[in-house]
């Protein structure tokens, strides 16, 4: 059975700093390109960034681009994104996605087949 769990979302200040991590098994990980997805409240899911199967490929969203990064660790099945300069428009629920297809990089959603339930990161002075 897949599963990909989320943690390390929260609360802070604007400019502040997070950390989030995702916990993957039951799929060959490093065969599969990994996303970070979020949904800010009442709003549809948005793309943030994508790295290949290897890790040595990523690919970010223009609008966190320079404050976020995305990271892996294959030996560990764990995919990271370290989020920084944080602004009240970046509280959403941040999703862990993997691709079962070509493990190379991608930002169309429906190219994932594998979610996590999301971790809550909330901005706010």
């Known amino acids: 059975e897949v599963y990909l769990l989320e943690s390390g979302g929260g609360s802070v200040q604007p400019g502040g700093s997070l950390g989030l991590s995702c916990a993957a098994s039951g799929f060959y990980f490093a065969a599969s390109a990994m996303s970070w997805v979020r949904q800010a409240p009442g709003k549809g899911l948005e793309w943030v960034a994508s790295?290949?199967?290897?890790?040595?490929?990523?690919w970010h969203a223009p609008s966190v681009k320079g404050g976020f990064t995305i990271s892996r660790d294959n030996a560990k099945n764990m995919l990271y994104l370290q989020l920084t300069s944080l602004k009240p428009e970046d509280t959403a629920i941040y999703h862990c996605a993997g691709r079962r297809g070509p493990a190379i990089l991608s930002s169309i959603l429906n190219d994932y087949d594998y979610w996590g339930q999301g971790t809550q990161v909330t901005v706010s002075s």
């Open positions: 790295i290949d199967g290897s890790g040595y490929s990523t």
